[in-house]
């Protein structure tokens, strides 16, 4: 696919399906939709930031060193 959009309920914590799904989807062009905002947010954008930054990070020094 050349671009992948994927909806992730916002109102609960990230599944472990989501976090494969994560895996994945690595290197791809996404849309994220944060589906559920009108319910309590659990995750947000900053906790998909950080999920992400923090992936990011490791596949980096995995990758380098």
Do not use: C, H, P
Request: glycine residues 4%; without cysteine; charged residues 30%.
């Amino acid at each position: 696919a050349d671009l992948i959009v994927w909806m992730i309920d916002s109102s609960s914590e990230l599944s472990d399906d989501d976090k494969e799904i994560t895996q994945i989807i690595a290197g791809k062009k996404v849309i994220i939709l944060l589906n559920k905002q009108d319910l309590s947010v659990v995750t947000g954008e900053n906790e998909l930031k950080s999920y992400f930054e923090e992936r990011l990070s490791k596949a980096f020094f995995k990758n380098r060193f």
